[in-house]
């Protein structure tokens, strides 16, 4: 097992991601099974980590309505914390994740959460309180803040799930994420929803590693060519989030 420190604010190196869902009574020998070929890695002293995810977007639903559509080039802004056992502190990463041809790209600066709220109202952040994240990281601050007020990005719905991570260090190539309890809600509204099973995502740059097709050989891995958390959550919510979850 490997304990690492933050990853810290700006770019994210270009990456192939993969995504796959397993039936829960599988989980133990997922684990089991993929650390043959590489270790957990983890932040703290908990093994999964807490993730509460929630996803911006047009009032009219752009980025939801680019994913149906399958446009080979898009994004999507969200604000992410990370915490343990449902427990969250009061910063959060604020991020805007491109796809372009089956590329995926990351890039977020950190803030007070109050702070990123005031932005997402209307309000400002003061570049001063980036800036001492580095030039890149105040560039990205800038894109996602003229993206916010451009677009008119509101809250759409919140995603919170728990997410165990398995790589041999914080520069490693290749990255796996296997997520269980996901359960979203629409943004000012009481409707939430869940889904079941686990989610694993394989995430590499270059060549996928020569191990990981030995894993169809001990768990059911099941493909999903198209998957995202935020489409499946506004598609099982509906009409909560596409009648006035952002008005």
Not at 98 to 119: A, D, H, Q, T, Y
Not at 190 to 198: F, K
Request: glycine letters at 8%; one cysteine or more.
């Amino acid at each position: 097992m490997i304990v690492a420190a933050p990853v810290a604010s700006g770019t994210f190196a270009r990456r192939v991601e993969h995504k796959y869902w397993l039936p829960p009574g599988e989980l133990d020998a997922t684990i089991e099974r993929l650390q043959t070929f590489v270790p957990i890695f983890r932040y703290s002293s908990c093994w999964w980590a807490s993730i509460r995810t929630v996803c911006l977007d047009t009032p009219e639903g752009q980025c939801y309505r680019d994913y149906l559509d399958g446009l080979a080039v898009r994004w999507k802004v969200r604000i992410r914390q990370y915490g343990a056992q449902g427990r969250f502190g009061d910063r959060c990463w604020c991020e805007i994740k491109m796809k372009n041809r089956g590329i995926s790209s990351k890039r977020r600066f950190n803030s007070p959460l109050s702070e990123v709220c005031r932005l997402v109202d209307g309000g400002r952040i003061a570049e001063e309180s980036i800036a001492d994240q580095g030039p890149e990281t105040l560039e990205v601050f800038r894109r996602i803040a003229w993206l916010i007020r451009s677009k008119r990005l509101r809250p759409k719905v919140r995603i919170d799930y728990e997410r165990l991570s398995f790589q041999n260090g914080p520069d490693d190539s290749v990255r796996i994420t296997l997520d269980r309890n996901l359960c979203f809600m629409a943004a000012g509204r009481p409707q939430r929803g869940s889904m079941q099973g686990l989610i694993l995502e394989l995430k590499y740059n270059g060549l996928a590693p020569p191990w990981f097709d030995e894993l169809h050989d001990y768990i059911s891995l099941h493909r999903a060519h198209r998957f995202s958390k935020y489409a499946r959550a506004v598609g099982a919510l509906d009409s909560a989030v596409l009648s006035g979850a952002l008005s």
